[in-house]
């Protein structure tokens, strides 16, 4: 069974900058979930998707990030414009069920770098 | 919400002993406890979890307490391998079904 992907794996970018986040989960999970973990520090979630609805978005800085799942599937996260503090590691994972009681399959990861 | 702590933040053992990592929560609702592993640049992988209607739970080398009244659970591994040294979260649902992860524990194996 093929696991969470995601691309890029890294990213440089100055602030102010716009990038995007892609992340493909495991076949037919319908749970997915993007996380940022600050270097150090343990993931925080900042969107959950429910197919293609939103869970739980309250930690999402809705300013500057946004994240869309139009057919349910892959899912894609931005950020616009990019700051200082954005640098971080962005996971995205997913399971089979719907709540956190379910196991999540995290995928590799993007390290984001803003300059 | 809920609020996971994590102690210790780094551990370094021999090759061949035993490593416990703590973690206490706050929310008396949580219900599930899983426990992740993440090596350098990758994602986090799931290694054991625990549900809250077990104390225990073993899995060859690795095993996890629940204690629910005092809101603690640890992960135990035994006879320690260089390929253990990694970076080890915990991990508690909140009441709202939300994971909130506790800040991590450096476990280094010195051969």
């Known amino acids: 069974e093929a696991g969470v992907a995601q691309s890029p794996r890294y990213k440089i970018i100055e602030k102010r900058q716009s990038v995007a986040f892609w992340c493909n989960p495991i076949?037919?999970?319908?749970?997915l979930y993007w996380y940022q973990q600050i270097l150090g520090q343990g993931p925080k979630l900042l969107i959950q998707?429910?197919?293609?609805?939103?869970?739980?978005d309250s930690q999402l800085p809705k300013d500057r990030f946004s994240a869309e799942r139009l057919k349910g599937v892959d899912s894609t996260l931005k950020i616009q414009p990019a700051k200082l503090e954005d640098s971080a590691v962005y996971l995205c994972?997913?399971?089979?069920?719907?709540?956190?009681?379910?196991?999540?399959?995290f995928g590799p990861g993007t390290r984001l770098t803003v300059l | 919400g809920e609020n996971v702590e994590q102690h210790p933040s780094t551990l370094s053992v021999q090759e061949g002993d035993s490593a416990v990592i703590k973690c206490t929560y706050s929310?008396?609702?949580?219900?599930?406890f899983p426990w992740y592993k993440q090596e350098l640049g990758k994602g986090p992988q799931l290694i054991i979890d625990?549900?809250?209607?077990?104390g225990e739970k073993k899995d060859q080398r690795i095993a996890v307490t629940l204690n629910k009244t005092a809101k603690h659970f640890s992960l135990h591994i035994t006879e320690t391998q260089p390929e253990d040294s990694a970076v080890y979260f915990c991990?508690?649902?909140?009441?709202?079904?939300?994971?909130?992860f506790g800040a991590g524990t450096q476990v280094v194996v010195t051969p």
């Open positions: 994972a997913s399971s089979s069920l719907k709540g956190a009681t379910d196991t999540q399959y």
């Open positions: 076949s037919g999970h319908a749970t």
């Open positions: 998707f429910q197919n293609n609805g939103v869970v739980d």
């Open positions: 929310d008396s609702a949580s219900n599930y």
């Open positions: 625990i549900r809250s209607n077990v």
């Open positions: 991990a508690a649902t909140d009441s709202w079904g939300k994971f909130q």
